[in-house]
């Protein structure tokens, strides 16, 4: 296993992204348990690509591509809120990314 291997627990990784949406407060109208299983449709899909593309083995995440997955991801399955689903993945990944550098599991280029 590489030196750098750092383990990525999914459940503190969703608990902090969900307490990031809480606390941003721009989607208070989406109910905690339907906000808590859109978190889980996002990491769920967000950790497939990974695996599909290679991202757990080096290769580079293509940000764009991700952000379709997602997306698509949320229309296919809350269509209710197409008009946030943009702003519901912009803000998931950024709190992923936040908590993925506050673990350091993430360099910057």
Do not use: C, H
Not at 25 to 39: K, M, Q, R, S, V
Not at 51 to 75: I, R, S
């Amino acid at each position: 296993m590489d030196e750098n291997y750092i383990e990525i627990d999914l459940l503190d990784g969703k608990t902090s992204i969900m307490e990031k949406f809480i606390n941003n407060g721009d989607f208070l109208f989406i109910p905690n348990e339907e906000l808590d299983a859109i978190i889980t449709l996002l990491i769920n899909t967000d950790d497939q690509y990974m695996n599909d593309d290679g991202v757990y083995d080096g290769a580079d995440y293509d940000e764009e591509k991700a952000f379709e997955l997602l997306k698509k991801a949320v229309l296919t399955n809350y269509s209710q809120y197409k008009a946030y689903a943009m702003r519901l993945v912009e803000d998931y990944m950024d709190y992923a990314e936040e908590y993925l550098a506050s673990i350091g599991a993430i360099e910057w280029e």
